[in-house]
């Protein structure tokens, strides 16, 4: 499966922006997705995942609370809607599709495949 995530802009701080994440390829197989980000001179970071059947999520510290994982399974889409957000949630956004599907969570980017280019979020402050 292969994923790809839009939705990225340039906002003020405490605004909103929801990101989507598609999938294409073998969506009919059971896959969790994450999504992660990298800001500027920095790692590759875990933020948010939510399980195949959507029933259940997971998030990163720094985003419990601002942040909302969602799946509509029809549709093969995942959202991230981000509330408040602060500049240091300035990077780049990527979602991918978890290797296993027993596993959970899986908050390491090695466990995950099927990235697509990410989508750039900016908050001014």
């Known amino acids: 499966v292969q994923l790809q995530a839009s939705g990225g802009g340039l906002v003020q701080a405490g605004g909103s922006l929801r990101l989507s994440c598609a999938a294409s390829?073998?969506?009919?197989?059971?896959?969790?997705v994450g999504w992660f980000r990298r800001a500027p001179d920095k790692e590759l970071g875990f933020v948010a995942a939510?399980?195949?059947?959507?029933?259940?999520?997971y998030y990163a510290d720094p985003v419990k609370g601002r942040f909302t994982i969602s799946r509509d399974t029809v549709k093969n889409t995942v959202y991230l809607q981000m509330n408040s957000l602060e500049p240091e949630d300035t990077a780049v956004y990527h979602c991918?599709?978890?290797?296993?599907?027993?596993?959970?969570?899986?908050?390491?980017?090695?466990?995950?495949?099927?990235w697509g280019q990410g989508t750039q979020v900016t908050v001014s402050s």
């Open positions: 991918a599709a978890g290797r296993s599907d027993i596993s959970w969570p899986q908050i390491f980017s090695d466990e995950y495949e099927g």
């Open positions: 939510i399980n195949w059947s959507g029933d259940s999520t």
């Open positions: 390829g073998r969506t009919y197989r059971r896959y969790d």
